[in-house]
DNA sequence: CTATATTAAGACTAAAATATCTGAATATTA
DNA sequence: TAATATTCAGATATTTTAGTCTTAATATAG
């Protein structure tokens, strides 16, 4: 099977982008996003404590606890969030899996690959998660 | 970690790409393989036992046996491996991990992110695996 | 203060991907 | 025919990723 990003990754940006639809002291369960967004919910919970340690994320704990977003959505790029969960490999590994990747000695799509490579950063931070969550169309996301 | 294709991908295209470089009806050990590319012996081994199955290469063996293309390189292209190791789901998947991915409910990369899967799939049917592996400046492939 | 709802943390389990091992089948060569 | 070099097939082992469970800590509300 070929991804891209792992499925925490996956589950992180899913999250993160329904938690920028809130206002940014508004705390939000596990409960509510495993609902809405069909995550295994103790998965989920490790990966919001991760993001939370990181930075990325606010947490409270007790009734009317919860995650938010630990700075405004507009200082949050989808970049950010690969980065705390998957790391920044990707962007100058081969895609062929050889051991070096660079236009010295290239392999059979490196040029292509590069190419395509900056494309998918271009689409991780062309906009913030704020501008992002707003593009979508996706019915887990509907009247938050 | 994120990757784009499985390391058994990654694999099958190098040696493929390999096997490209020779004669037709030339061939290839494990052995040789294994020995330029570093790639496990017993892994490659079930790698190219699959591609052989699919029809893709062809085998022999005994002494003098070993691996070879299956069919001429010019009909052969990158495309046809990964499609045959990891399959082509990834072309109408949801780069992030929603269950559906289209126009219709479009997540916030949605439309960035088709254009960079189209460009992804030229890379892989635009040349056919002998021009793939003469643009190649990997030590590896020297003076096979 | 007490009961309750939540996150925090870490151990544990399950599944998938990666890698290794062993013996059988087969073709070549001497 | 015998020895050898190879692929073939499937069992096993290891590592990584994904997912679950349990207990503790903490904040709120009554
Ligand atoms: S060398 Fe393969 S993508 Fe750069
Ligand atoms: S819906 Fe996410 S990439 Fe198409």
């Known amino acids: 099977m070929s991804l891209i990003f792992s499925r925490q990754c996956e589950y992180a940006l899913q999250a993160v982008l329904y938690l920028a639809l809130k206002p940014l002291d508004d705390m939000t369960s596990i409960k509510e996003l495993t609902k809405r967004l069909d995550i295994p919910y103790h998965f989920l919970a490790k990966i919001l404590q991760d993001l939370t340690r990181k930075g990325l994320l606010s947490s409270l704990k007790g009734p009317t606890g919860g995650f938010g977003l630990g700075m405004p959505a507009k200082d949050i790029t989808l970049f950010h969030i690969v980065e705390a ?14 051991p070096e990747c660079s236009g010295k000695n290239p392999c059979a799509v490196h040029e292509k690959w590069a190419n395509l490579r900056d494309g998918v950063y271009t689409m991780l931070v062309s906009k913030n998660i704020a501008e992002m969550a707003k593009n979508m169309r996706k019915p887990e996301y509907q009247s938050v």
């Open 85 to 98: 969960i998957d790391g920044v490999e990707f962007m100058h590994n081969c895609v062929m899996g050889f």
